[in-house]
């Protein structure tokens, strides 16, 4: 496969030489070809390398700036904007959460007594359909995103987009109270695979942007991702406990 960017600061034939041996040493990129005077370089891949493995490789020469000609989102962050508040930074989550809380307490106190695993059914149901529609906007995105810090994605791409799907199958599944035990139990092995690398992008403390709502939203990965993982985790457990 080949894939075209935009690459400032290359002043010479030097300049242009720097780059193609720095992006040349990025594994799986086979070839670069770049042409000074549009600046742009096409590269020939073996399997699909993100935008951003592509900007590390540059990193210790700042002059030089790559960008996705396609995907301007995937361009570096810039810091320009004053620092959010954290209910401003958060907002989306809390509102998602706030109206698939309020959607799965409306069936489980219909009969007039609280059904708590009605509710609990139904909240996971909301959950994986509503993160997985905000990934849908843009699969290639998230995939991109997804594979800086899952510890599947980093190893096979392809995982962002099936995880996509996952998650849109799981709602679906959760709202059609489908085979609960099979459900439950992929939702508990998935979501436990993905806090995984939740955690590690956490713990090393570096400013990685978190794929749960796609590339629509500009959310840090923090504890609170964390914990989103984890509620589905110990939800998908209880579930289980209570079918056996």
Not at 127 to 142: E, I, Q
């Amino acid at each position: 496969m080949t894939h075209t960017y935009k690459i400032s600061g290359m002043t010479c034939a030097g300049c242009q030489a720097k780059v193609a041996g720095l992006l040349s040493a990025v594994d799986g990129v086979t070839a670069v070809r770049i042409d000074l005077a549009k600046e742009e370089a096409s590269l020939d891949m073996l399997k699909h390398v993100p935008t951003r493995v592509l900007q590390d490789a540059l990193k210790d020469h700042p002059k030089y700036k790559l960008s996705d000609l396609d995907y301007e989102m995937h361009a570096p962050m810039v810091d320009d904007d004053p620092p959010k508040s954290w209910f401003a930074t958060y907002r989306p989550v809390l509102l998602i959460f706030g109206y698939i809380t309020v959607i799965a307490l409306i069936p489980a106190v219909n009969t007039g007594q609280f059904e708590w695993k009605t509710a609990m059914r139904i909240f996971m149901s909301g959950f994986f359909l509503s993160f997985s529609f905000f990934k849908m906007l843009d699969l290639r995105g998230f995939a991109d995103s997804y594979s800086t810090y899952d510890i599947v994605a980093k190893r096979f791409w392809a995982w962002g987009i099936i995880y996509a799907f996952i998650e849109l199958g799981l709602g679906i599944s959760y709202a059609l109270d489908f085979r609960p035990f099979l459900t439950n139990g992929v939702a508990f092995v998935v979501m436990t695979i993905s806090l995984i690398g939740v955690m590690q992008a956490v713990l090393s403390r570096k400013k990685i942007r978190c794929a749960c709502l796609g590339t629509g939203f500009d959310l840090p990965m923090t504890t609170i991702t964390i914990i989103e993982d984890a509620l589905m985790i110990v939800m998908s457990a209880i579930m289980l406990i209570s079918i056996w």
